[in-house]
């Protein structure tokens, strides 16, 4: 799991919508007892990405994980990428 540096956190003074200045970010949701929860993957490529993903659905894999949303520039323009990335993840996940 690659960890956040120090110099791509965010102060409080300056947050947007994520903590960080990676270029992607891609919400998981995974079934908790109680409901569901949340955790995230982020990369500043489209590779980094996936990768992260994938680490977390290793991580959620008997909790039904699921990608509920996927941005490129998160603190930006927010674009959508939540359908590339699910066919794109589909894709290796299916290849493997």
Avoid: C, W
């Amino acid at each position: 799991m690659k960890l956040v540096e120090k110099k791509q956190l965010q102060s409080k003074e300056v947050i947007e919508n994520v903590l960080h200045n990676y270029r992607y970010h891609a919400e998981i949701r995974y079934e908790t007892e109680d409901g569901f929860g949340y955790t995230n993957a982020m990369g500043d490529s489209i590779v980094e990405l996936i990768d992260g993903i994938s680490e977390r659905f290793k991580t959620f894999k008997d909790r039904e994980p699921f990608i509920q949303e996927a941005l490129f520039d998160p603190n930006g323009e927010k674009a959508d990428v939540t359908y590339k990335v699910r066919n794109l993840f589909k894709g290796i996940k299916d290849a493997i």
